[in-house]
């Protein structure tokens, strides 16, 4: 095993929520007098904390979006994820061989922390993250594609982000990881290797990850990281 700590991004990688969360954000945005295609929505936002929409709409337009913008698209897209929202197919499959593995892992999402949980609760997700293996971009100063994010992670979990992969499906979180000085592997599901340049590895399918990382069913590595204890 190459790495002591694997950092999953959330959406589009854990849970399949691209696709709902930027019909939901565009559709808003278009609502709101700002047009915006659900390409357009993938384009600019997939991947980053909801402060950029605010930013790209003031850049773009001399126009500040709505005071309960963040809080009405939260309850648009929980209500969407509680009726809508799978997880990616396959990805159980990887999170269980690392704790069969006793690899640590976490995840680092640009979501809020309670969006996490919203997805992660209707999806099933729940049991295979505790709580101190989670953590969003509303935990450090910088969103992706800063390395904020993934260092604290790293930092966090007691492991240094040498010794770290992230695996990501958008530009922006695979910039940030490699500003993390961390390898990545791009899971290109929705987005095209060559829009995610610099990647350590590339997959489309998420049963391929095991075994790209090394895990054999069955041959524990005996590291745990500061997560420790897997209990599922």
């Not at 963040?70 to 197919?89: G, M």
């Not at 049991?127 to 509303?138: A, G, H, L």
Request: net charge negative; proline share 4%; charged share 20%.
């Amino acid at each position: 095993m190459g790495y002591d700590l694997i950092i999953f991004d959330n959406d589009g990688v854990l849970v399949d929520s691209e696709p709902l969360a930027n019909s939901i954000l565009a559709g808003y945005l278009t609502e709101l007098g700002h047009p915006t295609s659900y390409e357009e929505s993938l384009r600019d936002y997939m991947g980053a904390a909801v402060h950029r929409v605010h930013d790209l709409v003031q850049e773009r337009t001399g126009q500040a979006l709505p005071a309960d913008f963040d809080s009405t698209l939260h309850a648009r897209t929980s209500t969407a994820f509680e009726r809508e929202l799978k997880p990616v197919p396959g990805v159980e499959g990887v999170l269980a061989a690392l704790v069969e593995s006793g690899t640590a892992y976490c995840l680092a999402s640009s979501g809020s922390h309670e969006r996490i949980r919203v997805g992660h609760r209707a999806v099933g997700l729940d049991e295979w993250f505790e709580e101190e293996w989670i953590f969003s971009s509303e935990d450090v100063g910088k969103g992706k594609p800063a390395p904020d994010l993934f260092l604290h992670a790293a930092d966090q979990m007691g492991v240094a982000a040498g010794r770290c992969v992230v695996v990501e499906d958008s530009p922006l979180g695979v910039q940030a990881a490699l500003a993390a000085g961390m390898d990545v592997f791009a899971y290109t599901a929705m987005v095209p290797a060559d829009r995610l340049p610099g990647a350590t590895n590339y997959f489309g399918d998420m049963n391929q990850l095991a075994g790209l990382l090394g895990l054999e069913e069955g041959a524990g590595t005996g590291y745990a990281g500061s997560g420790g204890g897997f209990s599922h």
